[in-house]
């Protein structure tokens, strides 16, 4: 059985195709799977926006295929980690929890690297290319975490 993780951000459009591109690009697909979806319905069926496309091919890695989905209760059933990337991605999932079992795979992507300060990866979407430049740094930095603990 694959060790599965979801990423998960408000449209699924910005930061969490960028953290599964990131995260993807680090493991190894035999042994691990990596999604990304959104808290929201914004922009079901859509693709990376085209400034997280920019940013991941300036560092080489392809994010056109994906496509955006929103989170769902049964997703508790087939991740092992869930990483929202703010505070009001983790409270909008917690708040779907059924269990304790389920809160528990819910973490806040920046802890990986920052525990318990309880840091938002910035939602760069009104933002200028620079903005998805400082997202890719935090949340490379937050995948190299997540590798060393898998
Ligand atoms: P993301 O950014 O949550 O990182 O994908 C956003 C994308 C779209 C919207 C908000 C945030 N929106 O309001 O449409």
Redesign the pocket.
């Known amino acids: 059985m694959k060790i599965k993780i979801l990423m998960v ?9 960028l953290a599964e591109g990131i995260l993807a690009s680090k493991i190894d697909s035999e042994k691990f799977q990596v999604d990304s979806c ?1 808290t ?1 319905n ?2 079901i069926g859509g693709k990376p ?1 085209i400034r ?1 496309i920019e940013t991941a091919r300036k560092h080489g890695i392809d994010i056109t295929n994906q496509r ?1 989905t929103q989170f769902k209760v049964s997703d508790f059933d087939t991740y092992d980690f869930i990483y929202p ?1 703010d505070n009001s ?1 983790y409270d909008d999932i917690i708040k779907l929890a059924r269990n304790e079992k389920d809160k528990q795979k819910v973490k806040l992507i920046l802890n990986e690297l920052h525990s318990n300060e309880d840091l938002n ?1 910035p ?4 933002g200028g290319e620079q903005g998805f430049e400082d ?1 890719f740094d935090m949340l490379n930095k937050a995948c190299n975490s997540i590798i060393k603990k898998l």
Do not use: E, F, K
């Open positions: 951000c408000l449209g699924n459009i910005c930061r969490s195709p959104g929201s914004y922009h926006d997280s955006a990337m991605n990866v939602d760069p979407y009104y997202v």
